[in-house]
């Protein structure tokens, strides 16, 4: 059973930076693509940013372009997203995401293993 676990949420002004982390436990993390997706009150669950098992290929929605960095490290088991110039419009529960394959897509039932989740709130 492959568990996902996040941490680095909490309460950041508007500009303002957070780093969010989720370690997944098993032996196969690099056969993974990894997403975070992000559900704010009353809206869907959406896409924000991917990453190849490989590491070398990644997808940003356009919100996010220029603020926000996935990383991953397959020898720890963890992947990573810089989140910077953070706007109120951020505000959202993050969730990390194992997709079934390498490939990186955007599509949330792709993926096949979540985190619980860790909230994120950008104040004025």
């Known amino acids: 059973q492959v568990q996902l676990v996040e941490s680095g949420g909490g309460l950041v002004q508007a500009g303002g930076s957070l780093r969010l982390s989720c370690t997944v436990s098993?032996?196969?993390?690099?056969?993974?693509?990894m997403g975070w997706f992000r559900q704010a009150p009353g809206k869907e669950r959406e896409f924000v940013v991917g990453?190849?098992?490989?590491?070398?290929?990644?997808y940003y929605v356009d919100s996010v372009k220029g603020r926000f960095t996935i990383s991953r490290d397959n020898a720890k088991n963890t992947v990573s997203l810089q989140m910077n110039s953070l706007k109120l419009e951020d505000t959202a529960v993050y969730y990390c995401a194992a997709g079934r394959g390498r490939a990186v897509v955007a599509d949330p039932s792709w993926y096949i293993y979540w985190g619980q989740g860790t909230q994120v709130t950008v104040s004025s």
């Open positions: 098993g032996r196969t993390f690099s056969s993974y693509a």
């Open positions: 990453i190849a098992g490989s590491g070398d290929s990644t």
